[in-house]
């Protein structure tokens, strides 16, 4: 209930917009917290801050992704558990390898949505990857994400970032993770 000046608000009254207002506070800060996590991603891979990066996700986390290679979309690659995400982020095939290890940019917290519940959540963004080829930006690759986070004391973790590139069939799945009910 909100207070004005027209009516006196009773004890009652005020401990519930109190509660109110803490509760809408704790989404939001768990929000900003999220978006957090998903901006570090970046940073760490964009760096090469390996260790911190694998930290970001929950023992058993998962990185599912259609990289678009060989086929149209390409075979899926699933990371799962913390041995094999830091094999995939120190892979000098992947990840490490010249000409992209320390020289990319991956973007992807634009046209996120990020939906709370408890101690889970669920985040839909875009994602871009970008890279330095001989002194030029070049588009490595684009994308769709769906974030899994769960609640680890007071920090989030990923346990889930499932990707398919740009015009996957599986594109408007991934992003209903978000949808309204």
């Given at each position: 209930?909100?207070?004005?000046?027209?009516?006196?608000?009773?004890?009652?009254?005020?401990?519930?917009?109190?509660?109110?207002?803490?509760?809408?506070?704790?989404?939001?800060?768990?929000?900003?917290?999220?978006?957090?996590?998903?901006?570090?991603?970046?940073?760490?891979?964009?760096?090469?801050?390996?260790?911190?990066?694998?930290?970001?996700?929950?023992?058993?986390?998962?990185?599912?992704?259609?990289?678009?290679?060989?086929?149209?979309?390409?075979?899926?690659?699933?990371?799962?558990?913390?041995?094999?995400?830091?094999?995939?982020?120190?892979?000098?095939?992947?990840?490490?390898?010249?000409?992209?290890?320390?020289?990319?940019?991956?973007?992807?917290?634009?046209?996120?949505?990020?939906?709370?519940?408890g101690d889970t959540a669920v985040a839909t963004t875009y994602s871009l990857l970008l890279k330095d080829s001989d002194g030029q930006m070049e588009v490595s690759g684009g994308?769709?994400?769906?974030?899994?986070?769960?609640?680890?004391?007071?920090?989030?973790?990923?346990?889930?970032?499932?990707?398919?590139?740009?015009?996957?069939?599986?594109?408007?799945?991934?992003?209903?993770?978000?949808e309204e009910e």
């Amino acid at each position: 209930m909100p207070i004005n000046d027209d009516s006196p608000a009773t004890l009652d009254e005020l401990r519930t917009t109190v509660a109110s207002l803490e509760a809408r506070l704790a989404t939001l800060e768990d929000e900003r917290a999220i978006l957090a996590v998903l901006s570090r991603y970046a940073y760490y891979a964009d760096s090469g801050l390996d260790e911190k990066w694998v930290d970001l996700f929950t023992e058993d986390g998962v990185i599912d992704m259609a990289t678009g290679g060989g086929d149209a979309y390409g075979a899926g690659l699933v990371f799962t558990g913390r041995a094999a995400l830091e094999s995939f982020i120190t892979d000098p095939l992947g990840h490490h390898r010249p000409g992209f290890y320390r020289q990319s940019m991956h973007a992807h917290t634009n046209n996120s949505i990020v939906k709370i519940d408890g101690d889970t959540a669920v985040a839909t963004t875009y994602s871009l990857l970008l890279k330095d080829s001989d002194g030029q930006m070049e588009v490595s690759g684009g994308g769709i994400n769906e974030w899994m986070f769960e609640r680890h004391g007071s920090e989030w973790k990923m346990s889930l970032r499932r990707r398919r590139q740009v015009g996957h069939p599986a594109t408007a799945e991934v992003l209903s993770a978000t949808e309204e009910e």
